[in-house]
């Protein structure tokens, strides 16, 4: 059976299909809401049959399948009194291979956002002999060449510990994924890609991480990015399938551009990076208004003016909603132009991002205190337009939340902060309020002013310890990955080294339950985590502490370099992630890790 509708949310319009009743092949296709956004696509697919050691020959019986029934002899829906059906497809049987032996037919599927026709040629150009075997050793030698860029040394390692590193290796690959020559809405020789889904999980770390073995790649996902641009006005944030989907909160693709410019800014010429159509690229997120800021690009013209997001200042172009949330990305977003400005030499735009990167300060409230605890004190917090605070209790959206709230895309959402769902996870809203600041600033200067809001360094660990103690932290949302180690900026990365091992330990396994989140964004998160490693994008800083291995490498191809951590004394990992050998003394220059108790 050949399924053309079924996407799992029942959304199909417009199908087609054709039925060839001899060949067994099935051109279809149809027309998909997108999973997260108000968009549509359409796309389609070609399907041929060949049986697995023998003649498959033509079917004995073919037609349509429609809802739970097959239609003989059907050979277009365009036959049927279709209307709405969650499964139209075509359905065939064959002769068996004989009697006495298993039947094993092999199915070649093609697909397409261009056709169906495109479909087939995909299926055929990159199949063309119905061979399997080859076809996945073909795939296996490409994945094999990619994850072996990346070296571990596994004595006194857990086999798990290896196994889970790789496979959260293997999902940094997953998405964006290049759909180059697959681009109905414009033609063009750059490179295409899509699946950003979305840059807001995944700008942290998924490309921070392939900057370190995959600078190739990097680039034309960042080509693809810029081309973006430069048809539809804005960099995408969440991009699915062609479609526009919902942005989450800041225009997220800047830091993933000022992380790649500010590492290969040397190297873009030669990766065919427009330096100048990156540049242009940022500055139309920074600068210029999109018609909808839930779709793409920011609320510049109430940023720039006034450095913050009111909660009573409503404009036609987006919903105002995550008015803090959104600010303090729109400030990393802006430290990230910064960063590529210096680079160019463009003083005046640097020191003007640099500025806008301070406003998330205009949000910090010093007198907001958690409930019950007014040690805890200072919190990010709604502002109306003449600069008083709103309010939004520091629980709020957290599993501490007396009123169980959610904080997820609502139009009537008035907290000020994104994201939160009972129907997937009970995510932390506090740490948005209270410290996305640092998790959306990735910058140490910007960190230690926040510390300095705080009180100084023993309150700014007071207040992590907290988040630990009290249940806040949560291992599933993606502001949530650089909290583990932000006790570094409080001069206690031993702290850091204990509390990321034991996020590692308690939430993370190659178990059905071992991957509290979303594929790429955690994978990525987990494989620095297990190298010992946390990024600050758009940047050349990295936080260290002790890898789970005695000794990892990166391979760069473009450096042609290999950059390996050895952490000498390495007695194995904790089970519980808490105490042991794993605390870094000394660092030297080459990356050499002393490890003592």
């Known amino acids: 059976m050949v399924d053309v509708t079924n996407d799992g949310q029942q959304s199909s319009t417009d199908p087609i299909m054709l039925l060839n009743a001899t060949s067994a092949r099935v051109p279809g296709g149809s027309s998909f809401a997108a999973s997260f956004g108000p968009g549509r696509y359409r796309a389609f697919t070609c399907v041929d049959f060949k049986g697995d050691g023998f003649d498959l020959g033509p079917p004995e019986q073919s037609g349509a399948w429609l809802g739970n029934s097959g239609i003989q002899q059907t050979t277009n829906f365009e036959q049927l009194y279709f209307g709405f059906r969650e499964q139209l497809g075509a359905l065939?049987?064959?002769k068996p291979k004989s009697t006495s032996e298993t039947t094993s037919i092999l199915a070649r599927v093609g697909v397409s956002f261009i056709?169906?026709?495109?479909?087939?040629a995909n299926a055929e150009s990159e199949v063309p002999d119905f061979d399997f075997t080859s076809v996945q050793q073909a795939a296996f030698n490409e994945w094999n060449e990619l994850l072996g860029r990346v070296q571990v040394?596994?004595?006194?390692?857990?086999?798990?510990i290896v196994e889970?590193?790789?496979?959260s290796f293997y999902r940094t690959h997953i998405s964006p994924a290049d759909y180059t020559g697959e681009n109905p809405l414009w033609n063009s020789t750059?490179?295409?890609?899509?699946?950003?889904?979305c840059n807001w999980d995944t700008f942290r770390t998924l490309y921070s991480f392939m900057a370190l073995h995959d600078p190739v790649n990097f680039s034309r996902i960042v080509r693809g990015l810029i081309n973006i641009q430069q048809h539809e006005g804005w960099l995408p944030e969440c991009r699915g399938a062609t479609a526009q989907q919902f942005i989450q909160g800041g225009s997220n693709g800047d830091p993933i551009l000022g992380e790649f410019f500010v590492k290969f800014h040397e190297h873009a010429d030669a990766l065919n990076v427009s330096a100048s159509g990156l540049y242009a690229a940022?500055?139309?997120?920074a600068e210029d208004q999109p018609p909808n800021w839930d779709l793409q690009g920011r609320q510049a013209n109430t940023w720039k003016a006034l450095g913050f997001l009111p909660s009573d200042v409503w404009e036609p172009s987006g919903t105002n909603t995550k008015q803090v949330s959104r600010a303090l990305e729109y400030a990393f977003g802006d430290f990230t132009i910064s960063q590529v400005a210096k680079v160019l030499g463009f003083t005046n735009d640097s020191a003007k991002y640099a500025q806008r990167a301070g406003n998330f300060v205009n949000n910090w409230n010093p007198d907001t205190a958690v409930p019950g605890r007014p040690d805890i004190v200072g919190m990010m917090q709604p502002r109306?337009?003449?600069?008083?605070?709103n309010f939004t209790d520091p629980r709020h959206c957290s599993v501490n939340d007396p009123l169980q709230s959610t904080?997820?895309?609502?139009?009537v959402n008035t907290d000020g902060f994104y994201e939160g769902s009972p129907i997937v996870i009970r995510t932390n809203l506090w740490q948005h309020s209270s410290f996305n600041a640092f998790i959306t600033q990735f910058v140490p200067q910007d960190t230690a002013k926040l510390i300095q809001l705080q009180g100084g360094n023993d309150k700014f660990i007071d207040r992590l310890n907290f988040i630990f103690n009290e249940s806040f932290f949560d291992s599933t949302d993606e502001p949530s990955q650089q909290i583990p180690f932000m006790y570094h900026y409080a001069n206690r990365p031993g702290l850091s080294t204990q509390t990321s091992r034991q996020v590692i330990a308690q939430f993370y396994n190659t178990s059905v339950n071992g991957l509290p989140g979303n594929d790429g964004a955690m994978g990525s998160y987990v494989a620095f985590y297990l190298a010992g490693l946390y990024p600050l994008p758009a940047t050349r800083q990295v936080l260290l502490s002790s890898p789970f291995f005695p000794q990892i490498s990166f391979f760069n191809p473009i450096f042609n370099t290999t950059t390996t951590i050895k952490a000498k004394n390495f007695k194995g990992n904790p089970a519980d992630g808490t105490g042991g050998n794993v605390f870094v003394k000394v660092c030297d220059e080459l990356l050499d890790i002393l490890i003592t108790v």
Do not use: I
């Open 92 to 94: 065939f049987t064959f």
């Open 115 to 120: 056709s169906s026709d495109q479909a087939c």
């Open 153 to 160: 040394q596994t004595q006194d390692v857990e086999d798990e």
């Open 164 to 167: 889970l590193f790789y496979s």
């Open 190 to 197: 750059e490179p295409y890609y899509d699946s950003f889904y």
């Open 282 to 285: 940022l500055l139309a997120d």
């Open 384 to 389: 109306f337009a003449n600069g008083t605070f």
């Open 407 to 411: 904080c997820f895309l609502n139009a």
